[in-house]
């Protein structure tokens, strides 16, 4: 089909992994399969305006970041155009004026690349099918994960919810390495709503990019032990999602955080991301489990904040225990409360 220009908009969110995707091999392709919550709350609105253009030389377009044009994000927007081009070949006829918004402060530490590649992708993928009407939903929907995955490889996770599986493990059906699905089995009723409060402790710039941190796997001596563990935290964590068993369900969680962290302090060159906040909030969440039995517990990303999880039975007393002991320890008492979503919207 001929279409001259045209516009559309995704909401698109973050995401934030129970089994972590740390270390990659070419393409994009992950080391180990990762699973991870849909956020609600989180995420990123962009519009792509798009007109055809003379010369087809080259990609043409501009970034806007709460209506302020970005130059230092076309570094990389070209990078994930030259990497989806082949799939996606009417990139190079068109201009495009890509506006996006977070919900979430920019720079505040929470990964904005989740929810905005995935939000690209699926306005990319909205004007494919323009071009190309017959398309199939659920085509749709694995190549826009495809394509988010060249973007960043997490953003594969956003374009649906609750749960998200990627990469390739032997017990989870379909599961595959260039796109995330939906988890297909069935899940508990405890894990329904559940809520995810990020406490953001430091908003100072990464000190490791994420593609650095993924590159310092390679050679790591202990990398094969990690990717091992992934595929077998994966595997009880089926069961751990049947039957709603809590408890394992934060061994597992807390643990494949601190082995993130561990993974980065062990490398060479190695990094501590968490700060001493981190510390504290870890400690504190651990001691009001202890006195309360709640089943609150915590993970990280590839930095100092915190997202602490919780069954959404717990609403209350947790926010008070955030409100209580832990924002002391955010930066500028800065939190936000999300919870599960199920992924990304055409708007
Ligand atoms: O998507 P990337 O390349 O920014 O990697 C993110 C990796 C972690 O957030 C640390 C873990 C994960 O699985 O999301």
Same mark, same amino acid.
């Given at each position: 089909?001929?279409?001259?220009?045209?516009?559309?908009?995704?909401?698109?969110?973050?995401?934030?992994?129970?089994?972590?995707?740390?270390?990659?091999?070419?393409?994009?392709?992950?080391? @180990?399969?990762?699973?991870?919550?849909?956020?609600?709350?989180?995420?990123?609105?962009?519009?792509?305006?798009?007109?055809?253009?003379?010369?087809?030389?080259?990609?043409?377009?501009?970034?806007?970041?709460?209506?302020?044009?970005? #130059?230092?994000? /076309? $570094?990389?927007?070209?990078?994930?155009?030259?990497?989806?081009?082949?799939?996606?070949?009417?990139?190079?006829?068109?201009?495009?004026?890509?506006?996006?918004? @977070?919900?979430?402060?920019?720079?505040?530490?929470? +990964?904005?690349? *989740?929810?905005?590649?995935? %939000?690209? %992708? =699926?306005? =990319?993928?909205? !004007?494919?099918?323009? =071009?190309? $009407?017959?398309?199939?939903? #659920?085509?749709? @929907?694995?190549?826009?994960?495809?394509?988010?995955?060249?973007?960043?490889?997490? +953003?594969?996770?956003?374009?649906?919810?609750?749960?998200?599986?990627?990469?390739?493990?032997?017990?989870? &059906?379909?599961?595959?390495?260039?796109?995330?699905?939906?988890?297909?089995?069935?899940?508990?009723?405890?894990? /329904?709503?559940?809520?995810?409060?990020?406490? =953001?402790?430091? /908003?100072?710039?990464?000190?490791?990019?994420?593609?650095?941190?993924?590159?310092?796997?390679?050679?790591? $001596?202990?990398?094969?032990?990690?990717?091992?563990? +992934?595929?077998?935290?994966?595997?009880?964590? !089926?069961?751990?999602?049947?039957?709603?068993?809590?408890?394992?369900?934060? @061994? !597992?969680?807390?643990? #494949?955080?601190?082995?993130?962290?561990?993974?980065?302090?062990?490398?060479? $060159?190695?990094?501590?991301?968490?700060?001493?906040?981190?510390?504290?909030?870890?400690?504190?969440?651990?001691?009001?489990?202890?006195?309360?039995?709640?089943?609150?517990?915590?993970?990280?990303? +590839?930095?100092?904040?915190?997202?602490?999880?919780?069954?959404?039975?717990?609403? #209350?007393?947790?926010?008070?225990?955030?409100?209580?002991?832990?924002?002391?320890?955010?930066?500028?008492?800065?939190?936000?409360?999300?919870?599960?979503?199920?992924? *990304? /919207? &055409?708007?």
């Amino acid at each position: 089909k001929h279409i001259e220009s045209g516009s559309v908009t995704w909401d698109s969110p973050s995401n934030i992994a129970l089994v972590k995707y740390w270390g990659k091999k070419e393409n994009q392709i992950p080391a @180990n399969p990762s699973i991870s919550f849909t956020l609600s709350g989180c995420k990123t609105t962009t519009t792509v305006s798009f007109s055809k253009k003379e010369s087809y030389q080259e990609y043409a377009f501009d970034v806007f970041l709460d209506g302020d044009l970005k #130059e230092s994000f /076309k $570094p990389k927007i070209e990078t994930f155009f030259n990497r989806i081009n082949n799939y996606l070949p009417f990139l190079k006829n068109y201009y495009f004026k890509i506006d996006t918004v @977070n919900t979430f402060p920019h720079s505040s530490g929470i +990964a904005s690349s *989740a929810s905005g590649m995935s %939000a690209l %992708a =699926l306005c =990319l993928m909205s !004007i494919e099918k323009m =071009l190309n $009407p017959d398309i199939t939903e #659920e085509y749709f @929907n694995k190549k826009s994960s495809f394509l988010a995955r060249l973007g960043s490889g997490s +953003a594969c996770r956003s374009i649906e919810g609750d749960l998200v599986v990627w990469g390739l493990h032997n017990k989870i &059906k379909d599961s595959s390495d260039l796109f995330g699905i939906k988890y297909p089995y069935k899940v508990h009723e405890n894990f /329904k709503n559940y809520q995810d409060a990020i406490l =953001l402790v430091d /908003k100072g710039e990464k000190q490791v990019s994420s593609s650095v941190g993924h590159g310092l796997m390679h050679n790591h $001596p202990f990398a094969e032990q990690r990717f091992e563990q +992934a595929h077998h935290n994966l595997s009880s964590l !089926i069961d751990v999602l049947k039957v709603g068993d809590l408890e394992a369900f934060i @061994n !597992i969680v807390e643990s #494949e955080a601190l082995t993130l962290h561990a993974m980065m302090m062990t490398s060479m $060159p190695y990094f501590i991301l968490m700060k001493p906040n981190t510390l504290e909030i870890i400690n504190k969440i651990w001691a009001f489990r202890k006195e309360t039995g709640s089943k609150i517990c915590f993970t990280l990303d +590839a930095g100092a904040n915190v997202h602490v999880l919780y069954p959404e039975v717990e609403c #209350e007393q947790v926010v008070e225990f955030i409100k209580n002991e832990l924002v002391a320890h955010c930066q500028n008492g800065q939190y936000i409360c999300d919870q599960i979503g199920f992924g *990304a /919207k &055409k708007i």
